[in-house]
């Protein structure tokens, strides 16, 4: 699975979009995005996928780059519940993959009031 | 729908003992995979069973095993325990293998 950076820390005010930047420079034409997060003491979370094409639900928005060595995670109008660590993930199979999710670092989102 | 259940939420044992950990999967979900998450180590991949068969496996000693039943539930396993093996154990589950996986809240494991 292909390797992803991410900043380890970002704030973001209530009510404002939140934009977390993920860099996946290695990945490969069978690997996709993923997004989950872990909110302080609970288990993680799935947020959403994608493989090329920029994609919304709920929750969130992806946006992944034509090259797709980047993609950006949107939360439109975070609010201080959605304060969590937010981890991209490439992974070959649409989910898990042969050897499990790869949990980087992660970015820790603060949502300020 | 129900989601992921742990059971028991808590646990503090021994060095040496074994501990059993069980995982109830969201209903109609036949893949379950396992995680220990530590402050030093992170989340890391332990295994995958699928079909009460393991499909998948991380970098952890033979200590550690698990199981599914035909029911899909699942339980881990961690004999002879050692001090570093206290960590929070998050089970998942997915309807199949490469599906989004859907995490329980975790069993906080302590050993002393």
């Known amino acids: 699975d292909a390797k992803t950076t991410q900043p380890t820390s970002m704030d973001c005010a209530e009510g404002r979009a939140a934009n977390l930047p993920c860099n996946h420079s290695?990945?490969?034409?069978?690997?996709?995005v993923y997004w989950y997060r872990q909110i302080h003491s609970q288990g993680p979370q799935y947020i959403i996928h994608?493989?090329?094409n920029n994609e919304t639900n709920e929750m969130a928005s992806l946006i992944i780059t034509e090259d797709r060595k980047s993609s950006t995670l949107i939360l439109p109008h975070a609010t201080l519940r959605d304060t969590a660590v937010y981890y991209c993930i490439v992974t070959m199979y649409s989910g898990g993959g042969a050897d499990g999710l790869t949990f980087g670092k992660g970015t820790h989102l603060i949502i300020q009031p | 729908k129900a989601g992921v259940t742990q059971t028991p939420r808590y646990l503090i044992k021994t060095r040496g003992q074994q501990v059993t950990l069980s995982c109830s999967p969201i209903s109609g979900h036949r893949s379950v995979s396992w995680y220990q998450q530590t402050p030093g180590q992170g989340l890391q991949f332990l295994f995958e069973?699928?079909?009460?068969?393991?499909?998948n496996k991380g970098n952890f000693p033979g200590r550690f095993s698990g199981r599914q039943f035909s029911n899909s539930r699942s339980e881990m396993n961690v004999s002879t325990l050692e001090l570093g093996d206290s960590a929070l154990y998050l089970c998942?589950?997915?309807?199949?293998?490469?599906?989004?996986?859907?995490f329980g809240p975790g069993t906080r494991l302590t050993v002393t």
């Open positions: 290695t990945i490969s034409g069978n690997e996709y």
């Open positions: 994608g493989l090329k």
């Open positions: 998942a589950s997915s309807l199949r293998i490469g599906d989004e996986q859907y």
């Open positions: 069973y699928f079909s009460e068969t393991q499909r």
